[in-house]
């Protein structure tokens, strides 16, 4: 009986002690991610966000489109995060209103929530040599790209009719069709703009 009660007593004590230190590291994980993404922000994740931004030149944006390219212009963001707009001539990305053809760079500080949302939202294809992951999949007919370094995040798509971009498609009862071939060689033009925001932290 005495040994009964002891393991009941032990039992509960030693599955208690797993959960804290569990919620502990769950803590310090945590504390570690926000503190890394303060100290590269100078206390503002924001801030650092904007800056990589500015940092895209449009040229590493101008493979994307048959017209040329002016930016980065900000726009709206969500929370903790900053987005920027390279429109085409004769179109407009602003805070104020947006139309016509633009890519839209998103950088996010802090997490991961971003890359993964992005990664479900269509079947996911990998790309390599792009901070610590990356991937691309189709939104519509046209590709959409995220990566991932450390706790920054970039996330690059389009907002355009086909034939202004540089993908390559067929038409099919008057709808573009792209293969995953076409849409990858896209996805690896879109690149170079997140390089930019990962070398430039």
């Known amino acids: 009986m005495i040994a009964s009660i002891r393991g009941v007593l032990f039992g509960r004590r030693a599955r208690t002690i797993v959960l804290g230190l569990g919620l502990m590291t769950l803590y ?5 991610q926000s503190s890394q993404a303060t100290v590269r922000a100078g ?3 924001v801030a650092t966000a904007r ?14 489109f048959k017209g040329a390219v002016t ?20 179109n407009t990305y602003s ?3 947006s139309s016509g053809t633009f890519a839209v760079v998103t950088i996010a500080i802090g997490g991961e929530g971003l890359y993964f949302q992005t990664k479900a ?15 691309w999949n189709f939104n519509g007919s046209i590709p959409q790209m995220v990566a991932q370094k450390g706790d920054e995040t970039c996330f690059v798509s389009v907002s355009a009719v086909v034939t202004d971009t540089t993908l390559t498609y067929t038409m ?3 709808s573009p069709v792209v293969t995953a071939a076409a849409g990858g060689s896209y996805a690896k ?6 390089k930019d925001v990962f070398k430039g932290k």
Request: aromatic fraction near 2%.
């Open 28 to 32: 310090l994980g945590t504390w570690q």
């Open 43 to 45: 206390g503002n994740p």
């Open 51 to 64: 800056k990589l931004c500015k940092g895209i030149p449009p040229h590493d944006v101008a493979p994307l």
């Open 71 to 90: 930016g980065p212009n900000p726009g709206t963001a969500p929370i903790d995060s900053a987005v920027c707009g390279f429109p085409t001539a004769g």
């Open 95 to 97: 805070t104020k209103g």
């Open 121 to 135: 939202t269509a079947k996911a294809h990998p790309l390599s040599g792009i901070g610590d992951k990356a991937i």
């Open 172 to 174: 099919s009862g008057g």
């Open 189 to 194: 033009k879109m690149a170079p703009i997140c």
